[in-house]
């Protein structure tokens, strides 16, 4: 159980609990048992691998600017290590999943819609690559994709994009100018 300060009732919602009062001397009181005692409660509130990362980074982050600025505030953070978190898995639609998305698109531009979520949905490409996209950057059977780091691949279309971009295209041309 992660002890409390006098002033904080148990069981205040953090909302609550007034920090005005803080010194330095309560500051410089905190331990590796605290530490511990703190990361223990936050495991126990359901935060996962890393979001208690997170928050240790960011008291030891806070632990850090605090010795350099006052020289007078320990790191009791220091040699706590939680590990690498796993990286989470990629999310992805079932193919039902995604022949239902595309069945059920409501707009009132259903080509360019129908294009967008085709290429989304058989290119690999994140949110903010496919936004980039611009005609000029399809060429043949293929399309120029700018990436994190303005790192540039190209990624070949099946036959489902070609159509898709087809029909687009023959829409967007019928459009009044």
Known sequence: MMQQWDRVPEGAAPEEIDLTHITTR???????RDI?????YVRSVQNGPKSRARKLSALRSSFVYGHAGQQIVPKPT???S???PKPALPKYLTR???LSLL???QSDFYERDFCIITLFLNCGMRLSELVGIDLSDFRDD???IL????KERLVYLNDACKQALGHYCKARASLPL
């Open 82 to 84: 939680l590990g690498t």
């Open 147 to 150: 990436g994190k780091g303005g």
């Open 96 to 98: 039902e999943e995604s």
């Open 103 to 105: 069945k059920n698109i």
């Open 26 to 32: 309560d500051i410089a009181g905190i331990t590796k």
């Open 78 to 80: 220091e040699d706590i």
């Open 142 to 144: 293929t399309i120029r």
């Open 36 to 40: 511990f005692g703190f990361l223990d």
